[in-house]
């Protein structure tokens, strides 16, 4: 059931021999609006007529300079791509990095 998005995160995650998947999961189309609203700043509409939007977020494990090596791919192989939140527990061997990613598509 993974998304495109979540299959090219785990394709890269193979590369890093240092790194194990803990978890994936698809993000609603909700999940790409903005985190924090305020009356000055509410949330932008998420539902944009000819727009698609694909989210995952994915937990990762492994040596920190490792991790780092690893979000370095991903901005190197989807340059397109949108960030969202970043996690980093340090609290517990080995480290785990939980980001999120989001695709945004024009529908013909």
């Not at 059931?1 to 785990?10: G, R």
């Not at 996690?87 to 080995?94: E, M």
């Amino acid at each position: 059931n993974s998304t495109p998005l979540a299959q090219a995160l785990v394709h890269l995650l193979r590369r890093h021999e240092g790194l194990s998947l803990v978890r994936t999961a698809a993000l609603a189309p909700d999940s790409a609006a903005p985190a924090a609203t305020t009356p000055a700043a509410p949330a932008a509409s998420t539902s944009l007529p000819g727009l698609s939007k694909q989210g995952v977020e994915l937990t990762v494990a492994g040596p920190y300079t490792e991790l780092i090596r690893y979000v370095q791919k991903l901005e190197q192989a989807m340059p397109n791509a949108r960030w969202g939140q970043m996690t980093l527990k340090s609290d517990k061997q080995p480290p785990e990095l939980t980001l999120q990613m989001f695709l945004l598509e024009m529908q013909p």
